[in-house]
């Protein structure tokens, strides 16, 4: 196989990893992609309508296939787990979600697969902590999606608000991808202006921005609420996070990143941006937080580490 054939696998062929796969068609990433789920005809099906989208975008072959593939995958994408319902938190998921991670991960594991594990299935921060756990691979070639979405919503709110493009808007979400999540308003900047004197600017108050922040934290719900679930927009951040990844392009996502020692948290995935390379997460970047952002930063990895930890003491007890 040439150097410059790439293959992923998706395991989980629903909403979210349909549309993730539709994107990367889209896209003309990576030249292999299969696709792993337990309703088998689902993904044959979804592997012919895809094919027929590639005389119009990149040659690519799309397949239904078992876990044995990922042997020689690249990357694994990870979206299989019960979808959040209306009313639900991505906390309130974490057991049942868990057993399906374990169920999914030892079989990948088993294949012989050595590349690059992304977890996109909720709660992430928590789940992606136990792909790392249970697969036994080094922390930086497991990247969660984190809050790679959250950061999308932000900049888009951010670019309705300032009147500018969201393309253009330098601003993260950080820690949780969830309820304790927080925008990084301190370090968000829009053409090298930092937000906050622009909100000043424009006569914007802290609060006007904290309800901005409270939007985006709540945005998943309110599309849950309309349509169900929400899957186009964290499909196409799964695509870019593949992107840096499969090209090795040392690219600053805000992803699900293992810390140690960061923020002065260790053995944790947390939202923060990284350097995201062909090795997976490169390294952290810390961004400098304001005493208000430190302490969100703090609050968010106490719950998460609270429920991560007893989410695998009681998976492993159920062992």
């Known amino acids: 196989m040439s150097k410059n054939h790439q293959k992923v696998v998706l395991v ?9 796969a539709f994107a ?3 896209q003309g990433i990576a030249e292999e992609f299969a696709i792993v789920d337990i309703i088998k005809d689902r993904t044959k099906g979804d592997a012919l309508d895809l094919e027929d989208a590639t005389p119009f975008t990149a040659p690519k072959i799309f397949y239904s296939a078992d876990y044995d593939t990922c042997k020689d995958a690249d990357l694994v994408v990870i979206t299989a787990g019960a979808p959040q319902k209306p009313g639900e938190t991505r906390l309130q998921l974490v057991d049942k979600n868990l057993k399906i991670i374990k169920s999914v991960v030892e079989p990948i594991v088993k294949s012989g697969f050595d590349g690059i594990f992304l977890v996109a299935a909720n709660p992430v921060d928590v789940l992606t902590y136990a792909v790392q756990k249970l697969s036994g691979f080094p922390r930086n070639k497991v990247v969660g999606s984190g809050t790679s979405l959250d ?12 009147d500018v493009s969201p393309a253009d808007v330098q601003a993260n979400m950080m820690a949780e991808h969830g309820d304790s999540e927080f925008a990084a308003y301190s370090s968000a900047n829009i053409g090298g202006v930092p937000v906050l004197e622009l909100a000043k600017e424009k006569g914007i108050s802290m609060d006007e921005l904290l309800k901005v922040e409270d939007d985006v934290r709540k945005k998943a719900y309110q599309i849950i609420n309309l349509k ?3 899957f186009y927009g964290v499909a196409t951040a799964l695509t870019r996070i593949s992107r840096a990844i499969l090209h090795d392009e040392n690219a600053v996502l805000p992803i699900g990143a293992p810390l140690n020692g960061e923020y002065g948290l ?5 939202g923060t941006p990284a350097v995201v390379n062909a090795n ?3 390294r952290v970047m810390e961004v400098p937080l304001d005493d208000r952002e430190k302490k969100a930063m703090a609050d968010s990895a106490k719950t998460l580490e609270e429920v991560a930890k007893n989410g695998m003491a009681k998976l492993q007890g159920n062992a």
């Open 151 to 162: 950061s999308a919503r932000l900049r888009v709110a951010l670019g309705k608000l300032f």
């Open 280 to 282: 997976g997460v490169g």
């Open 12 to 20: 989980g062929d629903g909403a979210v990893g349909s549309s993730y």
């Open 24 to 26: 990367m068609a889209q």
């Open 228 to 230: 169900g679930a929400t």
């Open 266 to 270: 260790k053995d944790i995935y947390i």
